[in-house]
């Protein structure tokens, strides 16, 4: 063996190698670090620009806030390497939105479940859908490496006996929905939730068969000493969360938007953004960091109010990108409500506007759907509608509790005794609901865009071109 393939494979074991199993969870307690494992994809974690996200990352993050521990995430980039990294004692952790199956469960300790899922069939929109489950005999499915999912396919071998599966050595659901896209392969199984908030990304891949399979999802831990106190830890977290509502609320800050999402909407919405998109975008960007916002919300808002389109004109008189009315124009300092430039800055002036005049007890993201809404309808209706919230009992201070009193500001039984009267309150909660999706699928784009790719494989690189392994020897 050379000189640069014992280095190379050398640095590829240290790297390996990490925390042994009899001290990590002493360091824990010593230094305060926890370290999780999970695996790239909008559902778990990922980027979002230069900040941390993902529904696992948030959770694990509020549990290490709340117990006072500083946060080391490791990727894994596939299951395998996910249960590896495990079974080895080198994290202390596993979070990345896996089901508690009986084959980990045997190796590993897992936590106390915190969401149930149920696995579904995915196919292309056109192409032959399985409607039973006799009809995924002798068909392309495939399926995540590693993934609970083979254990179900597993279980149905017996009523299918003809139903096979390809296995992909990925730990990115992303990467299934494109295959399927691609149409390199007929079908794909994945959790419905993640399916439901990533077809935002693919609306031509459709769910046409529910496996009918309740998976709980929790957390995995090494099955080591020290391991079982941090387990109890967890489970107590979660209880504590679960009661309170944290849970809920991380939940709806990311999995709100597929409830209402459309999937003809969001097939003509990505057409769009290929199509008239990069036309406006550096112009967008411009006008959102002048007025420090997140560019793909105003983005969302000006498609929503004009799908791009700087002429558009309503009967109503309303006009332009961000369809501003002649007196907020005025009030605005819009000049010229068809010029994009000045129509923007209107618009997201307006939306800043909206956002300070708010009570100051709303959060976020609370805050931002309750200045949309606004947007649409009005300040003054959007405060009947919280005081209709208030009065059944309801949080006026959560969209949620808000948007399902919108629609009876048009109702004759009810507008009338509200302050500022009749309002057209569906269509407000239409206008939210879409401005969400649309946010939401160019978060995911830019997800798809910059996924977290896997290092280079040393041993590899030392094998198959030593030129390449020298920097390395170095």
């Known amino acids: 063996m050379s000189f640069l393939k014992i280095i190379a494979m050398s640095l590829v ?3 390996l190698w990490g925390c042994s199993e009899d001290d990590i969870f002493q360091e824990l307690a010593g230094n305060r670090e926890l370290i999780v ?64 199956n009986s084959k980990r469960a045997g190796t590993l300790l897992a936590t106390a479940p915190y969401l149930q899922q149920q696995p579904v069939v995915i196919y292309k929109s056109g192409k032959r859908r399985p409607r039973r489950l006799a009809d995924l005999s002798r068909r392309d499915v495939i399926v ?40 390199k392969a007929e079908l794909a199984v ?48 979660l209880e504590t969360a679960q009661q309170s509502g944290e849970l809920e609320k991380i ?8 409830r209402f999402s459309s999937r003809m909407g969001a097939f003509t919405f990505n057409r769009r953004v290929e199509s008239v998109l990069p ?6 960007e411009r006008v959102a960091t002048e007025y420090q916002m997140d560019w793909r919300l105003l983005a969302a808002v000006s498609y929503q109010e004009s799908h791009w389109n700087p002429t558009a004109r309503s009967p109503t008189g309303v006009e332009g990108m961000m369809m501003l009315t002649r007196n907020t124009a005025k009030e605005l300092n819009v000049a010229d409500r068809r010029d994009p430039q000045q129509s923007l800055r209107g618009g997201a002036r307006f939306i800043k506007n909206l ?54 500001l048009q109702n004759p039984d009810v507008y009338p005794s509200t302050r500022f009267g ?53």
């Open 355 to 408: 956002l300070r005049r708010l009570p100051a007890d709303i959060e976020q993201p609370h805050r931002l759907w309750m200045a949309l809404a606004a947007y649409n309808i009005g300040l003054g209706h959007l405060e009947d509608a919280r005081v209709i919230a208030e009065k059944r009992g309801l949080n006026p201070h959560i969209w949620s509790d808000v948007r399902s009193q919108l629609p009876k």
């Open 190 to 237: 994945l959790g419905a939730a993640e399916f439901r908030l990533q077809q935002q990304l693919y609306p031509r891949l459709v769910a046409a068969l529910d496996l009918e399979v309740e998976e709980s999802i929790g957390w995995y831990l090494p099955n080591i000493a020290g391991a079982d106190v941090l387990q109890t830890d967890i489970n107590l977290f």
């Open 37 to 100: 494992v999970t695996r790239n994809s909008p559902t778990t974690y990922y980027f979002d620009g230069d900040q941390a996200s993902g529904f696992e990352y948030d959770l694990i993050k509020a549990y290490a806030t709340a117990r006072g521990y500083t946060l080391r995430v490791e990727v894994a980039f596939t299951l395998e390497e996910f249960t590896l990294q495990l079974d080895r004692g080198q994290v202390h952790l596993g979070a990345a939105g896996m089901a508690i």
């Open 422 to 474: 009749f309002a057209r309150g569906n269509e407000a909660v239409t206008y939210v609901d879409n401005i969400r999706q649309y946010y939401s699928t160019l978060q995911l784009m830019a997800v798809a865009d910059e996924r977290i790719q896997p290092p280079l494989n040393v041993a590899e690189m030392a094998g198959n071109n030593s030129a390449l392994a020298l920097p390395i020897a170095l």
């Open 251 to 258: 939940r709806e800050r990311h999995f709100g938007t597929t």
């Open 279 to 284: 036309k406006w975008q550096p112009l967008i």
């Open 144 to 183: 995540l490496s590693g993934s609970s999912h083979i254990e179900v396919l597993e279980n149905l071998k017996e009523q299918v006996p003809l139903l096979t599966w390809r296995e992909v050595q990925t730990g990115d659901t992303l990467e299934l929905m494109q295959l399927v896209t691609e149409e």
């Open 13 to 15: 074991l240290i790297l």
